[in-house]
């Protein structure tokens, strides 16, 4: 693994190496931090949403203390406001301000991922979700060649991705599927993907083509 990646990322590492010892523990415990992010980006959008701003304050320490512990000093430094913002029930403040720290959140997944060897295309990265295989195979047809494609059934396993961490630049979402449709898959997401994300709604018989950051869908004329 890299370190000078980290370092060209702003990771300070020495904050970092200071509190963990040395490289082989850094290695072994940043996926923990990683999928501890995950938990709790998720847990603070769910008590903002609530104004429980004492159960929000619990979550925002743990980012800022995980964050010091790996030398994420910016992210850091954003979840102490939110910290202390929270304990001073400011939940105006914490709205305003909660697309920043997501922001940051998943630049700091992103940068784990790579340094771990999880991003290995430079194309750019598409979540389709289906629970057709042939508009999945279809849609793979199209974009195979300047998109890295992701592809699953349900809208229940484009939050599982999410929730390990993994970004997309774009979402292709079916509206019906079994167990989560598209739309709900947008209301959840919607706080754990960077922004400005594009996202299509696809509802059947539609077919997406994507260009740049720009969406375009036609509908599949029946015969």
Do not use: W
Not at 24 to 38: G, Q, S, W
């Amino acid at each position: 693994m890299n370190t000078n990646y980290l370092l060209e990322s702003g990771v300070n590492l020495d904050e970092a190496l200071k509190m963990l010892g040395d490289m082989e523990t850094y290695d072994e415990t940043i996926p923990n931090f990683k999928n501890a992010l995950v938990k709790n980006i998720n847990n603070m959008h769910y008590f903002l949403s609530n104004e429980d701003a004492e159960s929000y304050a619990i979550s925002a320490h743990s980012v800022k203390s995980d964050s010091k512990f790996f030398g994420f000093m910016h992210l850091a430094s954003l979840a102490l406001d939110h910290e202390t913002k929270a304990k001073e029930k400011d939940i105006e403040y914490l709205k305003a301000h909660f697309n920043e720290i997501t922001n940051e959140i998943n630049k700091t997944i992103n940068i784990v991922n790579t340094y771990l060897g999880g991003t290995s295309s430079n194309k750019p990265k598409v979540l389709i979700a289906d629970d057709s295989d042939v508009v999945i195979a279809l849609a793979k047809k199209i974009l195979d060649n300047d998109y890295d494609i992701t592809a699953v059934q349900d809208g229940e396993d484009v939050i599982k991705e999410l929730e390990l961490g993994h970004t997309y630049d774009a979402m292709l979402l079916d509206i019906n599927m079994p167990i989560m449709n598209g739309l709900e898959v947008l209301a959840i997401s919607s706080y754990m993907l960077p922004s400005p994300l594009p996202k299509a709604r696809l509802a059947n018989g539609i077919i997406p083509f994507l260009t740049g950051s720009v969406i375009i869908c036609f509908r599949i004329l029946e015969v």
